[in-house]
């Protein structure tokens, strides 16, 4: 029980990845805080993690809302303590920032090339990546000043690294995310508070199972590629991300502040050659 008595926020608490995240670091007897716009979503989560003898709350607020986020950030001290570990896990992609071609000259679908990208699709990915980071950062940030062993978790993206074809906006905010994380690893470590992130590789969640599969789950001319570029010849699954998670969450890391750290089958690695 390493973890124990730590009161840990999860932004995205309810997604394919973090949910995992979630009730792992229960078992390792961490306090949950589940955070998502849906609260049904969560509390299915909230579900598995009480019924395993777990502890953990569920909480509705969009990560863009600082009101929403104030009014939650209260509620959790009342009831569990203040913040310890917070994991930024709610992100994402959207189709109408997304060009429908790789090269620009090839494959043209009207209507989706780069010329035609909506302005506020791409803020709005912008959005959801960075400022859905930054504010859940500032609030629960706070409660970690003073305090021992507490540490801020965001999720990157391979496409930080080099940036993906067709998802401009979440490849330039994913690499904000990486900047920003070391960002505040500097500005943090006077107060202790240790700022990492993990860049998952490709796991199929809802958000990119139409890009990598077709209706009957066989791969698209995208995933395979991936699977090609992918040296264990395999998309991750959400268990593969909880070593490094814990590793980063715990004491054993006292030291390490501002990595990024590349969970991803060998992908970074590998120059296609
Ligand atoms: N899956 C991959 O291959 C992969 C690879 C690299 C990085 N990532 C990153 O890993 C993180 C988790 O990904 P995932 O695949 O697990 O995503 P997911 O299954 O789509 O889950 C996204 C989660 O974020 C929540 N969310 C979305 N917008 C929100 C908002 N405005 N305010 C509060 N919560 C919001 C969603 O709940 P509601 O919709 O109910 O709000 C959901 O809980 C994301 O940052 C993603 O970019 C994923």
């Known amino acids: 029980m390493r973890l124990k008595y730590k009161v840990i926020v999860i932004t995205g608490g309810s997604g394919v990845l973090c949910s995992q995240m979630a009730i792992h ?8 805080v ?10 299915a989560v909230e579900k598995q993690i009480i019924e395993a003898g777990g502890v953990a709350l569920s909480y509705a607020a969009d990560v863009l809302d600082k009101e929403a986020l104030l009014t939650v950030h209260s509620e959790i001290i009342d009831r569990l303590g203040t913040c310890d570990i917070l994991i930024n896990g709610a992100g994402g992609n959207h189709p109408e920032a997304t060009t429908a071609n790789t090269r620009f000259g090839e494959n043209e679908i009207a209507g989706k090339t780069f010329f035609d990208l909506d302005h506020k699709a791409v803020g709005n990915v912008f959005n959801i990546n960075f400022l859905g980071t930054f504010l ?5 940030g706070q409660d970690m000043i003073g305090k021992e062993g507490c540490s ?8 930080a690294f080099s940036p993906m074809t067709k998802v401009m906006a979440y490849s330039a905010a994913k690499a904000a995310i990486s900047n920003f994380t070391e960002w ?4 943090f470590a006077s107060a202790n508070i240790r700022v990492n992130a993990i860049a998952p590789g490709f796991f199929l ?3 990119n199972r139409k890009l990598l599969t077709h209706e009957d789950g066989s791969l698209t001319y995208r995933g395979n590629t991936i699977i090609g570029q992918t040296p264990m010849r395999r998309f991750g699954n959400p268990e593969d991300l909880l070593g490094t998670l814990e590793w980063l969450c715990g004491s054993g890391t006292a030291f390490v502040t501002g990595i990024v750290v590349p969970v991803d089958g060998g992908f970074n690695a590998f120059s296609g050659v």
């Open 25 to 32: 670091l229960s078992k390792l007897g961490a306090k949950i």
């Open 34 to 43: 589940l955070l998502g716009r849906t609260i049904s979503k969560l509390e």
């Open 136 to 140: 859940p950062s500032q609030i629960f």
């Open 152 to 159: 801020i978790i965001n999720i990157s993206s391979m496409s």
């Open 184 to 187: 505040m690893a500097v500005h």
């Open 205 to 207: 969640s809802e958000q």
